[in-house]
């Protein structure tokens, strides 16, 4: 069987980031700076931070939690928490599943 080379590991410079998840840039260098092991970047040799796609759904369940009436400090606690288990980052919290993930309408139109 041959062997295959893993597809390359898609990586973001934090303008990109910003774009792709929504907060600024400056909301980004400040999660990162106030909430230790939220984001993940590696570094160029050149320092500049390269996020991948895992950081971006962090970004993600930081708004949804948000959104969902979260301050920033529990959903930055809960999202760590989450990808330091391995973990779904939205797993065990009401009210911030992702759309079509929630539980089942309450009641269904009889015909």
């Known amino acids: 069987m041959p062997v295959t080379a893993a597809a390359p590991l898609t990586r973001f410079r934090i303008g990109d980031l910003a774009?792709?998840?929504g907060p600024a840039v400056s909301t980004l260098r400040t999660w990162q700076e106030r909430y230790p092991g939220l984001l993940r970047p590696a570094r160029t040799t050149g320092g500049h931070r390269l996020y991948d796609a895992t950081d971006l759904a962090a970004v993600q369940a930081m708004q949804q939690l948000a959104a969902a009436g979260?301050?920033?400090?529990?959903?930055?606690?809960?999202?760590?928490?989450?990808?330091d288990r391995g973990r779904p980052l939205l797993e065990g919290v009401v009210g911030a599943e992702p759309p079509g993930h929630g539980?089942?309408?309450?009641?269904?139109?009889h015909t």
């Open 19 to 21: 774009r792709l998840a």
């Open 70 to 83: 979260h301050t920033v400090a529990a959903a930055a606690a809960h999202v760590i928490e989450q990808r």
């Open 103 to 109: 539980a089942a309408p309450a009641e269904r139109a």
